[in-house]
């Protein structure tokens, strides 16, 4: 499913009103739960919908996560995270092809979509990462440009 993504016209098959902030040029990563199973699970936002990114762990068949697909059934973001930028890219390429108007691979099976997106009125949101004793707030030139124009 590596297939190349062009934004510019890709459409997703899942509803996206106009004024959603996650169409599929932009499905941010998180961590969900839902009344009927109170575990945490990976997922990215689609318009109104989340995609829970375990049930579509199987698809992640490129060259940079295959095999590493068990970070998607974690309770937290870290282990996908500690896999660097290279994953995250393949994992955004992988996730807009699954997501697509003209991919077939989830939007033509009723099973697989039924498991996989749920409507994010029936979530309920978590922390997305487990945070160490240090989280360091002062961490890149903006931030440190913006604390100085405060003094």
């Known amino acids: 499913f590596m297939k190349k993504a062009r934004l510019d016209i890709m459409a997703s098959f899942v509803p996206v009103p106009a004024s959603s902030d996650f169409p599929i040029k932009n499905i941010p990563w998180g961590v969900f739960s839902t009344a009927a199973n109170a575990a945490h699970r990976i997922a990215v936002a689609i318009g109104?919908?989340?995609?829970?990114?375990?049930?579509?762990?199987?698809?992640?068949?490129?060259?940079?996560?295959?095999?590493?697909?068990?970070?998607?059934?974690?309770?937290?973001?870290?282990?996908?995270?500690?896999?660097?930028?290279?994953?995250?890219?393949?994992?955004?390429?992988?996730?807009?092809?699954?997501?697509?108007?003209d991919e077939a691979v989830l939007r033509d099976n009723a099973e697989l979509r039924a498991k996989a997106l749920i409507p994010q009125a029936a979530v309920m949101m978590h922390l997305p990462a487990e945070i160490g004793d240090y989280t360091d707030f002062y961490s890149s030139k903006e931030h440190a440009s913006n604390l100085g124009r405060m003094f």
């Open 48 to 101: 109104e919908h989340v995609l829970d990114v375990s049930a579509v762990a199987h698809l992640f068949t490129g060259p940079v996560l295959q095999g590493k697909t068990s970070v998607f059934a974690q309770p937290t973001l870290n282990g996908f995270m500690a896999l660097g930028r290279p994953a995250w890219s393949e994992a955004r390429k992988t996730l807009q092809t699954i997501l697509s108007a």
